[in-house]
């Protein structure tokens, strides 16, 4: 009855011997993203812009080969654990680059403080604490975070628009609140108002909005959305079938490839909603052209255009494999070298230049944009305005924006 | 009627001073007091009747699991997927051939075949082992679920219903005098309202085919009895067949008409799966007409949770369910 | 299977079938020769997920009553201690001692493991797997939903183990000591019980409801205490599995993990103790290295291939596979476990879900 059991833990321990396998001549990167459940398709995505970053380095940095494992998640921080362990402690990684959500980022940066030897860069995780506070000092994110993603908005449908009063309809988890800390504070510090009685909050996966629509306030001058995926395109349907007529403001992934590349009458409604992110698909830069036909080219069967997600990764690969250029691919100090590098290092992406700031975290530009419908129907966020080199801290001083609070339902209070 | 106000007369009183003070507070422009205590009227109402709807859709899920159950003893935890399944193909139908109502008919037909299938090639051959069948099921919807990943990824998915089915409708009831004294009236979605028509539709087509035809009289037959109902000659497996067809072709039929009203993405057969059982447990496994009253419980219980304490809406559900088994271990009309 | 015996002090060292020898100083020795990766992630979490199967295995296999929610036990128990100790995400973290947290996480998972039995087991059989079914996902929502005490989609984090006679015990070869004692003090203690009065009129009750109430036995009774005894099991192990990932969220106690813990019960057996355990392994090493053969977004649809063979073509699992390619090969030598055998040859024809 134990024969089995026995034969299997043989076999698996076989298995643990033969895998640490390591040779000189390669480095050994891994890659972590959501290759299964929902988000399948936007981890997809994300490996395209790994692979991307790769091929431009002809799958060598430093003199050395540069070996791919990937790993996958379901976008629960659980299994992102499980996998990194994997990665690292099985496979053997000694870069990794991920994960892709939120409360994933959390989860690896403390496990990148139980391994020091591993240097570790973001994936597309943009909750703000990955780095703001109590960072891992081998976690670099050249990718910026969900409140930096909106900087310029709030100021923008203030002065353009117009705006004074806006109701927010977000989902009820960090990401969401981070967007909204980070649309709301400079909109409401120029005098902009959003009552708390006004904010709903709902349970992420819900697809009935018709309550909330129903409960949204008439005195306002417009709805800012911060939904992602499937469950803007269930109340932006809804909203319409029920006859709304107030404008929207949109949160990055509101208005995001997801959202637009959409099958429905949905996809209508959002024309004109203006929104800010890091990445503009109508931005007229040789830089951004060329990533985008590199794109379109290396895989003919993506997004009409790279999506956030791509980008994202792209760029962390790409600054990983600039750094392992520069110390020559040597890792044989347990990375230490390569971490000097890369917290210094400063490039040109096809969205401007990224460098860090004292805790790994990007200061890059931000696109304002807004939706367009393009030639091919498709549609597109134009692009309004770029807000150059935004921080983390959106401008203030360090301690200073540690004194806002944690991002939260009531934060800021607006009133 | 008569008999249970004669029997219970104090219950009825309450029940229909309880009638009378809902409709008041639908039709009656609301004072200051009630808009303190409740929110707006708008919001009442609509809740009220998103509650309902949403119950018309629930028992079109429903329906067909406790219809299955009733007959063949099978709990089939793939009822959720193949709602979801027919979602997706009634959307490919309708999109290729820019027919929604084609799109609806494929899906039920389509999701039907398979229910057939599926009694024909798997539940036969392990009758009366229902534990087994449920476990199978399971398999089948873990699969399931992943292929349509394969196929129809995690984009959102909408249809496009046809025009007179979108936007909304006035209704003839007032939510507020404006200052310059003229009424409001509340708005409401005519494609929520198309799909409690239908599901009325539906429920009255079940109880007349259930009742009024032979082959119902069958099909109540086995419910009651199932070896009697084969020793008086007829031919079972056909009869239960048929009985597949129609619970599977009804998750697909919902499939189509309930992602018209929000829309199509991977966990939605979950999300439906959990809503069928919570019907059918409260309403009792195999009887349709506990489908409905369950359908209609847990759709307002869902809907006045969300608009009047969010986090807690799952709980009042949870706690309706609690309180039937305590009370009612069979459901509200389980016969057994 | 010669539990009785073993623990009537009737047995001596040379009883011992020499296979099980070698698999328990095979487990002993394990982290000796592994790395801390395969101790760690392959060996506890195969404890400890086998740990949460046996929960669920004692309860279908002996009582006939296939529950779902035995990972939103476990969960609720992993939880409360995030809730009722430390974390690092600044929500509730009372603060109390692990030596008050720990019972209090058990004690209370039994008591909602017994509740969950309560109101199962008054209906027909085949309502548990319903119910129970829906317990676990209102519960997975709820969860999501509630920030007050649950903390919402973000859940917990920073929840740490004990430091204890000078050991950190998240440790990987400490931990896995300790995945070890817990699940081998259970695989005994069920294996007692199947053999026990208790668990022989649980089996009977399994087997003829109707008869053993008419005998005088409280049948109500007997299946809330086999629920209580599984909420302590799936309680423990939960409190391990909230030590061993660091952190809680609603996604460890979602559908899908629900599903798995009932994928690994079937898979490996339910008819003995040690199918849980079997299935567990084969699930984690699948889970780990799947990525490495196949292309890992198919990874449900392999799962449920292999869920779905084992139900349709070996009933009992991997062990039943097991039993029947040994009986083939040595079909000579009747084992212990077919001369002592007290079960239905086929566990899911038993009774329990007879029309009543």
Redesign the interface.
Known sequence: MFGLAKKILVAAALLSVTNVAFSQGTIKMGALATLEGAFTVLGEDSMRGVRMALEEFNYQAGGKKIELITGSSDASPDSAIRATRKLVEQDGVQVLIGPLSGSEGLAVKDYAKTQPNVTFLNGTSAAQDTTLRSPATNFFRFSTDGAQWMAGLGEYVYKEKGYRKVAVLAEDYSFPYTQVFGFLEPFCRMGGKAPIEARFWVPIGNKDYSSVIAALPDDVDAIYVALGGADAVNFLTQYEQAGGELPLVGGSITVDQTVLGSKGRARDFVIGTPSAGPISDTWDNAGWNAFVAAYKKQFPDGFPSPSLFAHGYYINTKAALLALDKVGGDLSDGGKKLRVTLAALSFDTPTGQVSLDARRQAIADIYLTEVVEGPGGNLLNKTIKVIPQVTQTLGVPYEKFLGYGQVGRENPRCE | MRQFIERHTFWAIVILLAAAVFLWMIFAIWPEWLITALGRKKTFVSTILNGVTLGGLYFLVASGFTLVFGLMRNVNLAHGSMYLLGAYVGYEVAEASGSWFLGLTVAFVAIALSGVLLQVLIFRRMEGDELRQTLVTIGISIIAADLMLAIWTGTTYQFSPPEWLFGAAELPVVSVIKSSGDPVYIKYPVYRLTVLGVAVVVGIALWMFLNRTRIGMMIRAGVNDREMLAASGVNVQLVFALVFAIGAGLAGFAGVVGGTALSIAPGEDIRYLLASLIVVIVGGLGSVTGAAIGALLIGLAEQIGLAYFPTYGVVLTFLIMVVTLALRPQGLMGGR | MDAQRFFSGRTSFTDIHP??L??VI?LLA?PT??????T???GA?SLILGTIALSLMMLAGYGGM?SLAQMTVAGLAGYLVAILGVN?V?VMGLGWPWWVTVPVAILAAALFSAFVGA??V??????T???T???A??FF??V?????LFN????Y??VEPPTLFGIYWRDPVPFYYLSLAVAAGFYAAVLYTSRATFGLSLQAIRDNPRRMSALGYNVTLHRIVAYLFAGVIAGTAGVLMVWF?????P??V???VV?DI??IA?VGGMR?P?GP??GA??FV?L???A?DLID??????V???A??LV??FS?DG??GL??RI?RRIRFRRPTP?QAGHTQPADR??ADP?E??
């Open positions: 296979a099980k070698v698999v095979f394990y020769f592994t790395s801390d990766f395969f760690y992630q392959i979490y296939v690092s600044g109101i199962s008054r209906t027909e059989g085949i309502y797997i319903m119910i079914l829906a317990i996902v209102a929502y709820f999501r939903q509630n920030y007050v919402g989609f973000t859940g984090a920073g990932n660091g952190r809680i969220s996604g460890s979602g559908v899908a599903i009932l994928v079937v003995h040690s355990f079997l392994i084969a090493l889970e780990n290295f990525i890992r977004e198919r990874f449900n649809t799962i449920g291939l869920f779905l139900v349709l009933p991997l062990l097991w039993e040994r476990a899911y024809n879900l029309r009543t």
